[in-house]
Each structure stands twice: as C-alpha cells, then as structure tokens.
C-alpha cells in the first residue's frame, strides 16, 4: 500500500509516496538513485547493504521503508564532510582495504557504528564487530588494518 514515508537521509528530509512494505534497499537504490548501497544476498547474511540508521548499523535489506519513519539514514553517500572523506574513508583508502569495493560501504558503516559504540577497541574488538560482513575478494585483513588505524586517527571522537 502506497503512502507517505517521511525521514531524514544523509542530513536532508526526504519525502516520498511508495509501497510502505518495499524494502529501505531498493528505495534507495531506484528511487532516491544512491546505489553506494549495495545489493548481496537480500536475506540479511553478507553487510554489502549496511546503512546507519539513528547511528547503528543496520541491513537495509531487512528494513521495510516504513521502518525508517521520523529516523535518520546516513549511506555511504553522507559520510564525508564538507568535502573530506571520513577517517574511514581515508583509511581505507591508505590500506588498500578493497579490491572490487563492492563490500566497502557496508564495510565502511558498519565500522562507524562500531568506533561510535567502542571508539578505541582492540583488534579482536574490531575483528569481532566486522565478522560478519563478508568480503569476497579476501580484503578483510587490511580491512581490520584499516580500521584500527581510523580508531587511532579519531582519538575518540565519534
Ligand atoms: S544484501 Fe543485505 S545483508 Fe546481504
Ligand atoms: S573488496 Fe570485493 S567483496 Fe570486498
């Protein structure tokens, strides 16, 4: 059933008449166009879909779009900053943490929410938070690299 769905998306209010029932996933991708948001197995197992919403990681692939209602979404797409990249950008960058990148943006929120729930982890802490996002390409050890080195560049700040 079509209605109106109200939230905020990477800083901005977003309005928009659709299927309620229609996963965040593809109103992202197809009617809002920000396909940083990546479709892997649709079924909650791989991460490639991670968005934040209200600042937690969560699988836009098991959210139905009334689900973010009055909440706030940031993708991949919202993360830098008057034109810098996050400090997990930048990292994954430094690292290599990436081959094909298909994983990357889920890779890359799902460590925000991490480093703003735990700013300063450990490495286990870090391997424990991202294993269960799957990177196909083998990337997941500069992955953690990665991650430890933005947790350290953050100093804390979430
Ligand atoms: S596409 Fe959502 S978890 Fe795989
Ligand atoms: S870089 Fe290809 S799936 Fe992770």
Excluded at 108 to 115: D, G, P
Aim: aromatic share 4%.
């Amino acid at each position: 059933m079509s209605d109106t769905i109200a939230f905020r998306l990477n800083g901005q209010p977003v309005q928009l008449n659709v299927d309620q029932d229609r996963t965040l996933l593809w109103v992202l991708r197809t009617d809002l166009g920000l396909t940083g948001t990546k479709y892997g197995c649709g079924e909650s197992h791989c991460g490639s879909c991670t968005v934040l919403v209200n600042d937690r990681a969560m699988r836009s692939c098991a959210l139905t779009v009334k689900e973010v209602q009055d909440k706030e979404v940031v993708t991949i797409e919202g993360l830098a900053k008057d034109g810098s990249l996050h400090p997990l950008q930048q990292a994954f960058m430094a690292h290599d943490a990436l081959q094909c990148g298909f994983c990357t943006p889920g890779m890359i929120l799902t460590a925000v929410s991490l480093l703003r729930s735990n700013p300063q982890p450990s490495r286990e802490q870090i391997i424990r938070g991202m294993e269960d996002n799957f990177c196909r390409c083998g990337a997941h050890t500069r992955i953690i690299d990665a991650v430890q080195t933005a947790a350290a560049a953050m100093k804390g700040v979430r």
